[in-house]
């Protein structure tokens, strides 16, 4: 998946284990609630980790260096089942909420289901970002009943011809058209992820294409032609290649989609306006919480701050408080940090308030109290009510 995307809030809930796909269980909301409320005033409230299980990926997208066949098949590597269930434990202990896995393509790893059961197990929120080729009407079942949060279904353009074409795999529409409504009769979120590419051409055409495709919700993965770290989709191909002229007007027909709510797009309008301010060089209002809230980690279990960063924070093993980082970053432009930064900023600043004013620093409360960034933030999350159900 190109820039998978992680902001998403999911309004089921864990199901228990072996319930074959029933309706999620019935939990107490208001229970549920109060440790939420509790969580955002000490720490800002959850976080989310990106956990790419395999490099390995069955698709072949010009845009991405995880395309099958782009490199030699002795760097492949993914992660153990024993190894991924030690690092959701350690997520579990690290305040980290969501859990999106991802590739390569995380639907080749044969033990992914398991790994979504203890995902689930833990508490943790499991999500897949995939391009939807894999799935059947079984193992759509399987995992639902294993606790499966949300789905993020990458889509390339407004026609199914130009999408299979670019990803490699014919008949891959269907698949996932099926799989829409099947996650819906179920009760799991699904959701679309469209990398900003030439190949998407007219933005007016999408919501069409997508409500064929059975979505009711789109997120937007801004084009990256670079990353520092083991991650790679990215690629330097022409399709994702932008003057800023051309990158700011295509951002401008984002926000133009998301107000003609023809379809509901979860990129905060104001996360849009950040990143033209970013492409024009002007001052950014929202720093990064990515290796604060959000984190990347690889199939070597090396736990990143975000795709971008060069270095490791550290092993996941050696995951703590201590290793976090908050310092506004404003590097790059990757949607799934930079969105979730301006959503969650309020929650971070209600819990940078309420700790100084446990420590008596009262003044120091205040200017968190009074940012003027409150309300924006507060707006976008307005904004997205209808999906951030559970939060
Ligand atoms: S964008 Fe996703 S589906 Fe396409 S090659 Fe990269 S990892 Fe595979
Ligand atoms: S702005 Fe980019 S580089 Fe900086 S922490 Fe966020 S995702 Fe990473």
Redesign the pocket.
């Known amino acids: ?2 820039s998978a995307k992680q902001d998403v809030e999911v309004r089921s809930v864990p199901r228990a284990e072996g319930t074959g796909g029933t309706p999620a269980l019935k939990t107490d909301k208001k229970a549920e609630r109060m440790p939420l409320i509790a969580g955002v005033l000490d720490h800002g409230g959850p976080g989310y980790v990106q956990f790419a299980i395999t490099n390995i ?5 010009e ?2 260096s ?3 066949g782009r490199f030699a098949p002795k760097q492949r590597r993914s992660v153990t089942l024993e190894e991924a269930c030690e690092a959701i434990d350690i997520c579990a202990n690290n305040r980290i909420g969501y859990l999106l896995f991802v ?3 995380p639907m080749v790893h044969k033990d992914l289901l398991a790994m979504v059961a203890h995902t689930a197990k833990r508490r943790l929120r499991p999500m897949i970002c995939t ?1 939807g080729s894999l799935w059947n009407e079984t193992n759509i079942k399987q995992y639902t009943a294993a606790g499966l949060s949300s789905v993020i279904m ?1 889509i390339d353009a407004p026609d199914a011809a130009i999408h299979e074409k670019h ?1 490699g795999l014919p008949g891959v529409c269907v698949k996932i058209k099926r799989a829409n409504e099947l996650f819906s009769e179920l009760g799991v979120e699904t959701i679309a992820s469209v990398t900003m590419s030439r190949l998407v051409g007219d933005y007016g055409r999408l919501p069409g294409f997508l409500r064929e495709l059975g979505f009711s919700r789109c997120t937007f993965s801004y084009p990256l032609t670079t990353l520092g770290s083991s991650y790679l ?1 990215y690629s330097s191909s022409t399709l994702v290649e932008y003057t800023d002229e051309e990158l700011i007007n295509a951002f401008e027909e984002v926000k133009k989609l998301k107000r003609a709510r023809k379809i509901t797009i979860i990129n905060p309008t104001e996360s849009l306006s950040e990143m033209q301010r970013h492409i024009r060089g002007q001052k950014e209002r929202f720093g990064c919480l990515g290796g604060y809230k959000y984190f990347y980690l690889d199939w070597n279990l090396d736990l990143y701050r975000c795709h971008y960063w060069e270095k490791p924070m550290c092993h996941i093993r050696d995951f703590s408080s201590d290793k976090l980082v908050r310092d506004g970053c404003t590097r790059c432009m990757i949607d799934c940090y930079r969105d979730p930064s301006v959503l969650q900023f309020i929650a971070v600043n209600a819990s940078d308030a309420w700790n100084h004013l446990k420590h008596g620093h009262v003044l120091k409360a205040m200017r968190h109290v009074f940012d003027p960034r409150n309300l924006i933030s507060l707006r976008s999350v307005w904004e997205n009510r209808g999906w951030i159900g559970g939060v």
């Not at 990926?57 to 997208?61: D, F, G, I, P």
């Open positions: 998946m190109n990926c069955n698709a072949k997208c845009f991405c995880f395309a099958a590739g390569g393509e391009n990458s990803r989709s």
